[in-house]
């Protein structure tokens, strides 16, 4: 944390303060508000502390403020004559002693006391501290959007369980975690309850530290964070728990060296990475070491020389030591960034016997690690210095190679090599979709899947025969998610129409200007007496930028509209009654955001007055954000989606399957491809290596994909329906 020392007047120190941080009073503090860039002032000010509920009648205040090193909190004291600081028993406490003298301000460090939570204390709707053993963990894998992903199963001396979703943009700043039985310390992290049971989520200000969970070996905290505490209680709190962890949480994954794993399983393997290669777009090929030998043949995959990464010479030494694991699907982004020679966990790695064809009565081993992160299957890179690690490599430093080479016989087990095309399961002829989960599905055949009952889900590998609609611009719809509505979208003739009518319904309003917008009239030239009003929406009664600001129209036509999305963040077509602005009919669109239409389904939503924006103009850097506006509006907003219709054979049946998805399956937004000609031709794109013209079946990609069955009734008659989830287009296609 800073130490900074302002010295002159106190008009010198408020100054001081003012260019970057604003001032408010006790009386105007609550919990939940953003104080990273206010400061209170009292016999000390303080900046960069987060609110709280008071827990004691005492405090004199129905808040708390909570400052911390990993908040970035700051302290000024400002003093005119010599003082001695000491440690303070308040709620803001520093541990730095110095002295200072004269007219001077000087920014403490903060050293907070923190107070935890016992698993079977913690509450629906509060925000805790939280110490826990690790009893379950899923590496951090991509979500759906763009934040990562680890979901972790935490337990204390309280015999209680918490399931914990923590997600971050940066996955290094996700907990450290290694192994099952790794003490973690979680700070403000949120409670919530979810169908009955709650559950840990990250929240604004969480903040972790990771501990190997083996009794005796050093408490170093795992984290990114340069800034945390850490006192000689926490100390005593781990290896407190270290010891209960010896007793009483047992490790319920597998884990096993080479040389020991017994076909079919799937285990955990500590290993050294000396090789990796590119297999295909939705598989990718990890040559791994642990200093032991597999006791079984077992296949190697093919690559050529220009395709491997990693010492050829060493790989040629270790041959006989080496295995080839396959990763898939969403592990494989994560499987290039490995660095060769680092030492490695696979978690859930899968080792089963598969035959070749053509020798259905010879087996041979392969592994896999399959996609998604069931069981947390997945992958970690174990850090320098990391127990595991040095162990692992010290072992390795002893394997005498030249005694491994000398020992090959006729008699040990023969390793066979094999292609992506030589073997039935995993291996096959490649995919041009990535499956995002559920890999541990069996694949299944088509005209099994016509003859089960429903619903049900199914994974399948099946070739694209046909598609509906050959103009794939008609593709796009909007989807109601709560209602399931489904409707066209207005073309731009259609859509000017519609707003010119919902226009000509509303009376124009006067001009008030008022401390949420500041209204002015547009001339409109040469176009009789038509009249323009323009709302800007202020922020601290001050407009902003263009560029940030959102403004309300009246009497607009499209061409004004789009005209000034160029320029501003947002665009809301409005009307007007007696007492305020208003939505026109939502027919309109709600929102404008570039040349994007957002709108709103009619038969959810329950729109609210213009002024209902006042709040989110109120908070610090507005972002305007459509699902914000339209909760702050009452409405339930409409997604676009692709919706399609595919005619799938596997050589075994044909299947209709539908396709409606937002952006996941192209990886392209389906709002984009209506405005831009770019990501239409790149939609075209796919589609034409999916189902190529005049082409024969037989050279037609695959397509993994899941789908489920359902049940549509129309009218009195119910008709099973098929529907395409968790699939998405390789990267390379």
């Known amino acids: 944390m800073p130490l900074e020392e302002i010295r002159g007047s106190f008009r010198v120190f408020e100054n001081s303060l003012r260019g970057s941080l604003q001032k408010v009073g006790f009386e105007h503090l609550q919990v ?100 826990g053993a690790v009893k379950f963990f899923k590496p951090p894998y991509k979500c759906k959007g763009t934040d990562y992903c680890s979901v972790i199963t935490i337990v204390d001396q309280s015999d209680a369980k918490l399931i914990c979703s923590l997600f971050n943009v940066n996955r290094d700043a996700l907990p450290q975690i290694y192994k099952n039985g790794d003490i973690v310390r979680f700070h403000r992290i949120k409670i919530k309850e979810f169908s009955g049971q709650l559950q840990g989520i990250s929240s604004s200000g969480f903040a972790a530290l990771t501990f190997d969970g083996t009794v005796g070996t050093p408490v170093v905290p795992r984290t990114s964070s340069k800034l945390f505490t850490f006192t000689d209680e926490d100390r005593k709190t781990i290896e407190d728990l270290r010891i209960w962890v010896a007793s ?34 939705s598989s990718y090929l990890l040559k791994v070491w642990d200093g032991t030998k597999c006791p079984f043949s077992y296949w190697k ?189 207005p ?32 001339d409109t030239e040469n176009q009789g007496q038509r009249r323009v009003v323009i709302h800007f929406v202020k922020h601290d009664e001050l407009l902003q930028d263009p560029e ?43 929102l404008w955001q570039g040349n994007i239409p957002h709108y709103g389904c009619k038969h959810c939503s329950n729109p609210k007055a213009i002024a209902s924006l006042s709040p989110l103009a109120a908070q610090k850097d507005p972002l305007w954000e459509p699902t914000t506006i339209a909760q702050a ?23 209709d399957v539908y396709l409606m998805d937002c952006k996941d399956f192209f990886q392209i937004p389906a709002s984009e491809v209506l405005f831009n000609n770019i990501f239409q031709e790149n939609i075209e794109r796919i589609m034409k290596k999916l189902c190529p013209s005049d082409t024969n079946l037989d050279d037609l990609p695959w397509l993994d994909c899941f789908i489920k069955s359902y049940y549509v009734t129309d009218g009195r008659e119910q008709q099973i329906c098929y529907r395409v989830f968790d699939t998405t287009i390789a990267e390379d296609v």
């Open 32 to 131: 939940g508000c953003d104080c990273a860039s206010k400061y209170v002032q009292d016999i000390m000010v303080v900046a960069g502390f987060s609110m709280a509920k008071s827990t004691s009648d005492a405090d004199g205040h129905c808040c708390r403020l909570e400052v911390s090193d990993e908040a970035g909190s700051t302290i000024y004291i400002k003093m005119k004559r010599k003082i001695k600081t000491r440690e303070s028993t308040h709620q803001v406490c520093t541990r730095s002693s110095s002295t200072i003298t004269g007219s001077e301000t000087v920014a403490m460090s903060v050293a907070p006391s923190y107070t935890y939570t016992p698993l079977n204390l913690v509450k629906g709707g509060t925000i805790v501290n939280l110490y």
């Open 248 to 281: 009483n949480l047992l490790n319920s994954a597998v884990v096993a060296k080479l040389s020991g794993i017994q076909p079919p399983m799937y285990f955990d393997l500590t290993c050294q990475l000396v090789g990796k290669a590119k297999v295909d777009g």
């Open 301 to 489: 995959v093919v690559v050529t020389e220009d395709d491997l990464e990693g010492d050829s010479v060493l790989i040629h030494r270790l041959r006989n030591l080496i295995v080839d694991v396959v990763v898939y699907d969403n592990h494989v982004q994560l499987a290039k960034s490995l660095k060769v020679g680092s030492f490695i966990r696979l978690y859930s790695l899968h080792a089963k016997f598969q035959s070749r064809e053509g020798e259905p009565d010879v087996s041979y081993l392969q592994f896999h690690l399959h996609g998604g992160t069931t069981y947390g299957r997945g992958i970690t890179s174990l850090p320098e210095g990391h127990a595991d690690a040095e162990d692992l490599k010290k072992f390795l430093n002893s394997v005498d190679l030249m005694e491994d080479e000398s020992s090959e016989s006729p008699s040990e087990p023969e390793n066979v090599y094999f292609t992506l095309g030589s073997c039935s399961e995993g291996c096959q002829q490649l995919s041009v979709t990535v499956l995002r989960d559920h890999q541990h599905f069996e694949v299944t055949a088509l005209s099994t899947i016509l003859n089960s009952r429903s619903p049900q889900p199914y994974r399948i590998r099946a070739k694209l025969r046909q598609f509906e609609p050959e103009k794939l611009h008609q593709s796009v719809k909007l989807h109601c998610p709560q209602c399931n509505l489904l409707q066209e979208v």
């Open 491 to 522: 073309d731009g003739s259609e859509l000017d129409l519609i707003i010119q009518e919902a226009s000509a319904t509303c009376p124009m309003s006067d001009l008030q200007n008022t401390s949420f917008c500041e209204s002015v009239v547009w």
């Open 548 to 590: 940030d600001s959102l403004i309300m129209i009246e009497g607009g036509t499209l061409e004004e509209i789009l005209k000034l999305s160029k320029k501003f963040k947002g665009i809301i077509p409005v009307g007007a009654t007696e007492d305020d602005l208003v939505l026109l009919d939502l027919s309109a669109p709600f």
């Open 633 to 655: 509006l009452g409405l339930v907003p409409l997604e676009y989606v692709f919706v399609m219709k595919f005619m799938l054979d596997d050589g075994t049946g044909t299947l």
